[in-house]
């Protein structure tokens, strides 16, 4: 498993074992959120950059990797909801900060900055903070095999306000050369 999915299922579970977090904790690489799943919170991996070459034959590179904590309420309060927003960003700068290795997978995890933003979705209106950490890790190439890339499984998953959820696992088979 690649190091950055570690790191995105440690934060996830370590939300999710958090006692103060009231909704289940989202993880994955980019997930968006409806209005009715709210409140919900998302833990997602961006961008990441090589930031050193440690050593050579096997490679070993220094990676950074900007960690978000998406956290989104309804804002039908502003007031509430920006005091709801502040208690959740701090219990998940707590839960994130606790262990900066990330369950010995980082070398150590930096704060690095808090976005807030206000979206609206029919008449509803969503606040939400986005949390972003550095996470510095080593990745070493060395005698990886991967397995074949020969299919695609995703499940899908739709609410819709004029039809029942609707489920359904999709499977891709890839053309083999």
């Not at 309060?77 to 219990?91: H, P, R, V």
């Not at 998953?157 to 890839?174: G, H, M, N, P, R």
């Amino acid at each position: 498993m690649h190091p950055r999915r570690k790191i995105r299922d440690f934060v996830g579970n370590a939300l999710n074992a958090n006692q103060r977090i009231a909704p289940i904790v989202g993880v994955g690489r980019v997930i968006t959120i409806g209005v009715a799943k709210l409140p919900s919170i998302e833990v997602y991996t961006g961008r990441e950059r090589v930031e050193d070459l440690v050593a050579e034959g096997p490679r070993i590179e220094k990676r950074i990797v900007d960690l978000r904590v998406e956290i989104q309420v309804d804002a039908a309060s502003a007031s509430a909801a920006q005091d709801l927003l502040d208690d959740f960003a701090e219990q998940v700068t707590f839960s994130v900060l606790e262990d900066e290795t990330q369950g010995g997978v980082a070398w150590f995890t930096e704060y690095r900055e808090t976005i807030f933003g206000v979206s609206s979705e029919g008449d509803d209106v969503i606040a939400s903070l986005i949390i972003g950490f550095d996470v510095t890790y080593e990745f070493e190439y060395g005698d990886r095999t991967l397995p074949d890339a020969t299919s695609i499984q995703a499940d899908i998953d739709i609410e819709s306000e004029t039809a029942d959820q609707i489920e359904e696992q999709v499977i891709v088979t890839l053309p083999t050369s």
